[in-house]
């Protein structure tokens, strides 16, 4: 898949290698390599000076914003939104220019040394051997050491990386283990103290002003704004992962689909207004288990579209317009009966109409051939609903037809039998496809983490971030679908993800995952 291939190596920051054997191509050969490179500078330039007049926009709009315009919980989220959102512009700016030197630049303060209370655990690194090429034995010269700051829940402790440097006399080499490959480069925080900080923010929904008053309890009050670029970058290197579980979603003949509400910051009118989170998932009845949720600025259909791409299978939804346009192309719609059971519940809930109880009596047939066919294969299941629901289903709309002459226009139990008529055959569909579900409950509870999110982050910081974190938490909402500690697989990934090969990076995907086996 080119688009994903383009993803992963942006990711990783390596430009299209040059073959081993060049001078011995043809020149055919040659031309069609030229126009291939000069295509990936293009792309990369242009992908360089967007952002890098994107990045001069979110500076001045990061330091023109007058917090006092912002209440305070809006105020500290901007804060803490801005500082990973310069982070991960940057991070994305420097995997695509050429590596200058490591060396640090001219004006930039070292970093403060990590509190000498915390504990600490040694880890050394040394050569595989120490015995020279010319035959001698290297002697150790001295090392070098590196400290990285370790997380568990209230207590910090630091890991120090020693790594030898042993020299031979005679032919004066110098040999030393490399540096161990880290998702932040030259940072303090390990892979755990990063799981840490992405799972409190997007899975206990914990904004980084709590977690740096957590954090300090535990011994070391770390910033906010160090918080945030943490958050920045980790969800750069996370991206690749997150457009590979969308690939492998999108390699599914039945998709779920459904979106909520998310409110967005807008600074500079000190308000917000109403952004979306759009969430799709591989069918209630696939063995492999994948949510992808993705952040947009509105409800507008074409975000729809513009995810789902050339994706051409049946599609669980529910009867927004936003989804026409797609069924309109070629995808399958498949409705969901929950919805229009729905609509006769309430009424009779309030006590409002004996049609509607009716109604609720022959749906929970359906349901009820439906739990007879949950554990079924896929043939079986139609073969069930074929012999069983289709019955049921025929009376039902024959019934709702003949009462639907006997109720006034405009009247609550009109709407509610109208929508079960006007979506009968997508309300339907399932009978004739086993593996597709009678309802869309399996991506409304995909939903409900953000819904408890909502209420105690409020709202998205900026485009970015929301988009950020729908990629986190599709990698966490995955996870648990799959049975994984959010914690432990994200830890594992992070650690990995700086030296998994690109071939294999679906690996490390919630639904392929398996944990680390320490030697």
Known sequence: MPRL????????????PLPADLDQLDADTLRRLLIEQERELVWRQTKIERLTHELALHKRHRFGVKAERLPTEQAQLFEETAEADLAAMSEELEQLQPSVGTSTPKGQARRKPLPPELPRTEIRHEPDSTTCACGCQMRRIGEDVAEKLDYTPGRFTV???????????????????????HIIDKGIPTAGLLAQVLVAKYQDHLPLYRQEGIFGRAGLAIPQSTLAQWVGQSGVHLQPLVDALKADLLAHPVLHADETPVAMLDPGAGKTHRAYLWSYSVGAFDPIKAVVYDFADSRAGR?????LGEWRGTLICDDYAGYKALIAQGVTEAGCLAHARRKFFDLAAQGQSQIAREALE?????????????????DARQRLREAKARPILECLH?????????????????????????????LTHYVDDGRVPIDNNWIENQIRPIALGRKNWLFAGSLRAGQRAAAIMSLIQSARLNGHEPFAYLKDVLERLPTQPYGRIRELLPHRWQPTVSA
């Open 5 to 16: 291939a383009r993803a992963v190596c942006i990711g990783h920051d390596l430009p299209m």
């Open 159 to 181: 890991e120090r990386h020693i790594r030898g440097k042993w020299a031979c006399a005679a032919c004066e080499t110098l040999v030393q283990a490399p540096v161990p490959a």
């Open 303 to 307: 975000h729809a579209q513009a995810f």
């Open 362 to 378: 022959a749906i929970g047939q359906l349901y009820g051939v439906e739990r007879q066919a949950a554990e079924l294969d896929i």
């Open 398 to 426: 024959a019934w709702l037809l003949a009462r639907r002459t006997q109720v006034p226009n405009g009247s609550g139990i009109a709407r509610a039998i109208d929508y079960s008529l006007k979506r009968w055959a997508a």
